[in-house]
C-alpha cells in the first residue's frame, strides 16, 4: 500500500521556522517526483515546492523562493520542506504528494499537482502575526 505521511507542522510566530517531513512506503521511493501543496481555508490549493526523481532538480513557487527548501533522503523514503521567514499568509494545510512521471517536477508544481497520484493526510502550518 503506497503511503505518503507528513509531519512537522504547527504554530510558529512570524519570521520562525519550521521543517516539514514527508515519509513515503510502499513504492520505490527514488523513481518518484515529490511535492509539497498548501491550502489555505478558503483558497484554491497552490504549489508549494517539487523535487525530480533521481537528480532532486528542485522547483519553487515565487512566493517561497528563498525561505524554503526541499531536500529528498531517498535512503530513508523521505522529502523535507524547511520553511524560514515565515509569513502569515504561509498559514495552510500542507500536503505532500508523488508520482511516477519523470518529467513531471515543474507541471506537477505549476498546476497545482493536478493529476499526481498519491497524496498524504496534509498537516497544518499556522503563522502568527
Known amino acids: 500500500e503506497v503511503q505518503l505521511v507528513e509531519s512537522g507542522g504547527g504554530l510558529v510566530q512570524a519570521g520562525g521556522s519550521l521543517r516539514l517531513s514527508c515519509a513515503a512506503s510502499?513504492?520505490?521511493?527514488?523513481?518518484?517526483?515529490i511535492g509539497w501543496f498548501r491550502q489555505a481555508p478558503g483558497k484554491e490549493r497552490e504549489g508549494v515546492s517539487c523535487i525530480s526523481r533521481r537528480d532532486g532538480t528542485t522547483y519553487y513557487a515565487n512566493s517561497v523562493k528563498g525561505r524554503f527548501t526541499i531536500s529528498r533522503d531517498n535512503a530513508k523514503n523521505t522529502v523535507y520542506l524547511q520553511m524560514n521567514s515565515l509569513k502569515p499568509e504561509d498559514t495552510a494545510v500542507y500536503y505532500c504528494?508523488?508520482?511516477?512521471?519523470?518529467?513531471?517536477?515543474?507541471?506537477?508544481?505549476?498546476?497545482?499537482?493536478?493529476?499526481?497520484?498519491?497524496w498524504g493526510q496534509g498537516t497544518q502550518v499556522t503563522v502568527s502575526s
Open positions: 504528494a508523488g508520482d511516477r512521471w519523470s518529467d513531471g517536477a515543474y507541471y506537477y508544481l505549476l498546476n497545482n499537482g493536478r493529476g499526481m497520484n498519491y
Open positions: 510502499g513504492f520505490t521511493f527514488e523513481d518518484y517526483v
